[in-house]
């Protein structure tokens, strides 16, 4: 390691030593002591890991490595090599839960160099897919039913879950900038029914996204996480859309975005990471 240049202006030299002599030679001395001027070598890449469920392993567009459905749709493996990004792992794996994620081996994917980490999770702790499906094929007192249980859990379970989660995730890349990602409205009500869902029944259940994702985005700032959230960047493009970035329900990765909805996760996380400024 290059000695710190502070430890120059801690060098003592005898006191007055500089009388009579010409200001040339105290000036050419003092240049000896510090020397040329280091040239700062450019900072290298970051090293980053990938955690969560479908929705950071890029479940939907396979082919897939292996059973967690990784895929290199997944944002993760679009984002690596963006702005000098270097991606260590990709851990995220289809059906983890706050739980799983940690006691099956995730965070083992962070060492030392571990800097960027982003993280999706929380969706599966409440059983989000089986309100969509409840509200998909079921009457409007089913999907009631199904609805009110899921924002139960998002509103009174999901925290406790997510502090767990966060607060390992710290203890194990504490220098790592953490970024966590929100879901994607589900349907564009603009365009009409869709399957058994109503344009009231796609209302209420994007409104059940905006809840899981407020609850996610609080639990991540108190954590100082960076939530980056997908919203807008869905906005018409909902599984009923004319230009769709969400899977259809007959699909195998049935309300997962597709290739162009993989991108947008991908470009919004590129964002985060240039904003946090991180190197």
């Not at 270097?86 to 060492?111: E, I, K, N, P």
């Not at 079921?138 to 406790?160: E, F, K, M, N, W």
Request: hydrophobic letters at 40%.
């Amino acid at each position: 390691m290059a000695p710190d240049p502070g430890t120059v202006r801690h060098m003592r030299l005898p006191s007055r030593w500089y009388e009579g002599v010409p200001v040339a030679v105290v000036l050419a001395a003092a240049g000896a002591l510090v020397g040329p001027t280091a040239v700062a070598a450019p900072p290298g890449p970051l090293t980053y890991d990938a955690l969560g469920d479908s929705y950071a392993s890029g479940y939907g567009v396979p082919p897939y490595d292996g059973a967690c459905g990784r895929s290199e749709a997944a944002y993760a493996a679009q984002v690596d090599g963006r702005v000098r990004i270097d991606l260590d792992d990709l851990a995220a794996c289809a059906g983890a839960t706050t739980v799983s994620m940690v006691g099956g081996g995730q965070l083992d994917a962070f060492d030392e160099e571990t800097r960027l980490v982003t993280l999706s999770i929380g969706g599966n702790d409440t059983g989000w897919s089986q309100a969509v499906t409840a509200c998909l094929v079921r009457d409007d007192a089913s999907c009631t039913a199904a609805l009110d249980t899921v924002t139960g859990r998002i509103a009174t379970t999901l925290p406790l879950l997510l502090d767990r989660a966060y607060t390992q995730v710290r203890a194990r890349a504490p220098r790592a900038e953490v970024i966590v990602t929100g879901y994607p409205r589900l349907f564009s009500p603009e365009h009409g029914a869709y399957g058994g869902a109503s344009v009231e029944k796609q209302e209420r259940l994007n409104a059940g996204a905006d809840l899981l994702n407020a609850v996610i985005a609080q639990a991540a700032a108190q954590h100082g996480f960076r939530f980056v959230d997908v919203t807008a960047r869905f906005a018409g493009h909902g599984v009923n859309a004319p230009e769709p970035w969400i899977l259809p329900s007959g699909d195998p990765g049935a309300f997962h975005p597709n290739a162009e909805g993989y991108r947008a996760y991908a470009t919004a996380v590129t964002v985060a990471v240039a904003r946090a400024g991180i190197r």
